[in-house]
């Protein structure tokens, strides 16, 4: 069964509401979007949907059709801070790659002006957290971040 099976046209709006407050009136009134980052975990965030998952991320990651990835494991999406007063980090999807590569999915339905650096800021903190005291830079395996969004990332372009 697809999603759209699962939660037939009604719940699945075209236009999705561009401010917040929008937003979140539209889903106390039980509307569901998809790119809606609690839908996006429960779709795909679920050890029990990783074919789903590695379907998504292969498509996007190797577009030409070849599957580079064969299996995930979710990992912790919570990051404490690295310093007392420094800033947590709520992330949507986390996992490792078959080849131990990293991987953050993140989708964003609001623009509030500050994605850029907020990317910048969920990549470094899943990059950064590979290695323990005393480890060695050469073990860093690469870091994958994907950013699904509902508005113009780069206008200029």
């Not at 029990?48 to 292969?58: A, G, M, Q, S």
């Not at 007063?85 to 953050?104: F, R």
Request: hydrophobic share 40%; aromatic share 10%.
């Amino acid at each position: 069964m697809d999603l759209d099976e699962m939660y037939p046209a009604p719940l699945l709006p075209d236009l999705v509401p561009k401010t917040e407050a929008e937003l979140r009136a539209e889903i106390e009134r039980g509307r569901v979007y998809r790119l809606n980052d609690k839908f996006f975990k429960f779709a795909f965030g679920r050890p029990e949907r990783k074919p789903l998952f590695l379907d998504l991320v292969n498509s996007i990651v190797c577009p030409d059709g070849e599957r580079a990835f064969s299996d995930i494991t979710f990992v912790d999406r919570e990051f404490a801070p690295l310093r007392r007063n420094g800033k947590e980090c709520h992330l949507d999807i986390v996992g490792i790659l078959n080849d131990g590569e990293q991987i953050n999915v993140e989708v964003q339905v609001l623009d509030r002006g500050d994605y850029k650096k907020r990317s910048v800021f969920y990549w470094s903190t899943v990059h950064c957290g590979q290695l323990e005291r005393g480890g060695l830079y050469v073990d860093i395996r690469r870091t994958i971040s994907v950013n699904i969004l509902d508005f113009d990332l780069f206008k200029e372009e």
